[in-house]
């Protein structure tokens, strides 16, 4: 029983790392931070079942960080994503 439920967690898990993959490989992250930088990433986070609290978090922060550090190059952006979604995911 355990290992069947293993084995779920672990296959939906590789799902939402490959949405987040191709959905990040789409976004370009060389111009400047616009509102529409952060609808992209919303929409790749909710289409890879990220869910929308963990969404709403992770654009929030990204949005904070942006205005904190005055970066506005999406090269920032990407790391601080990535960032996030690791910190965000050990809370769970």
């Not at 439920?5 to 799902?15: D, I, S, T, Y």
């Not at 990040?24 to 952060?38: A, V, W």
Request: proline share 1%; glycine share 4%.
């Amino acid at each position: 029983m355990f290992k069947s439920l293993f084995e779920k967690v672990k296959k939906g898990l590789e799902k939402t790392k490959k949405q987040l993959a191709e959905g990040f490989s789409k976004i370009s992250f060389g111009r400047k931070i616009d509102e529409s930088l952060f609808e992209d990433i919303e929409a790749v986070l909710l289409k890879a079942d990220v869910g929308t609290k963990a969404t709403q978090e992770i654009i929030q922060f990204l949005r904070e960080e942006s205005k904190k550090k005055k970066n506005h190059r999406r090269p920032a952006v990407k790391r601080a994503i990535k960032r996030e979604n690791t910190q965000y995911f050990k809370r769970l």
